[in-house]
């Protein structure tokens, strides 16, 4: 439950003031239960090995602050300040927890508008976060077969910086889109998962560290439009430095991926309407060991109606994965549709096969904090299907 008065002051047309009061308010329930169904009918309670959870969480941050605006031509800035005063509580059987203090939290925004279709904008906030419910359960939860998690009761809140710089442009008459930013976030106190031991019984855990963490985000975005075709470039990139415990060393850990996507489209309602779209993507992820993958990645899509009533689509997708060995794998999809539906009419009949090349199986990677993973994932099976709809 949020509420938030702000009343202002106009000191004149460059200057005014606004006063924060406010409240945010979060209140939430977590209960869990664990337990095996035997072949024979009988019930295997994990409760005695120290499984479920009965957990009740509050969290209120009470804010109270002052922001001046002040606008120098083209220019205009929004310095201010917050106090919160943060009141966490988490209450499971045999542990009660309570977090409170006061705490100054600045941020500036502050924006450049070079005319009505380009603007330049910068922000910068101090803030705290509070890791969610399930973060503070004090016994086992088992979340995959596999898999078992026991949180923190003693956690406190994350502190970190945040800053912002985009720089926007567009024009219609042109045809031209442009936007591109970069973006920061250190943590100077953050929550970290760590693989903890209980005898010969291994778990997933997280605690509260001092150790720095740093996301740095990069985006780059442009599309123009030339006559009947939409053409479109976009580039993300992100880094991600933190310091990770495991089996009781502190290492280094480093994670950067780069995204590269083209996409060509028709523009024009006298087309079709096709699309081909191209992407690259680069992984590294460098600790006491390295890793690193490539992926290639080709869609297309075509729709094109004919006798008036019909329309007739497909789409084409090709992904290929490659890892610093040099071992890559392949996975091609394709669909493709016939539909009919008169004008002006509820119904709809439409002939649709999917997987067409009856691909059975897809390799992904993926990294955790710690842990370069491959999965390869089952696919539906080639199908063929008949619909008929009725739109109300």
Known sequence: MDVLFKPYWILNANHHLYFNIGNNFEKSSLSTIEAQSMSDGKINDFAPGGFGNDIDYRLNDA?????????????????ALFLHRYDLRTRQPGDLNSVSFNVLQPRIISEYDFNNSENLYFSYELGNAFAGIEKFAGRFTLLDYNLVFRGNPNLSNERFHSGVLRYTKFSSFRGIQLNAGISLLKKEKSIQNVV?????????????????ETTWRINF?????????????NVLTNWFSYVQNLNGVAARYDRNSQNIRITAKTAHKSLPDVSLTYGKSFSRFDGPSTARFTSDAIDAYCSVPFFRNWVAAADFSYLRNKNASGSKNDFLTTSASLRYQKKDSPFIFECSAQNIFNNRHKNMYSFSDYIVSEQNIKVLPRAALLSIMYKL
Request: glycine share 8%; aromatic share 14%; proline share 4%.
């Open 221 to 233: 975005g442009f599309s123009k439009k030339v006559q009947k075709l939409n053409f479109r470039l």
């Open 63 to 79: 804010i109270a602050g002052i922001e001046y605006k002040f606008r120098l031509g083209k220019w205009t800035n929004r310095p």
């Open 196 to 212: 903890a031991l209980d005898g010969i019984n291994q778990f997933s855990t997280v605690f509260l560290t001092n150790n720095p």
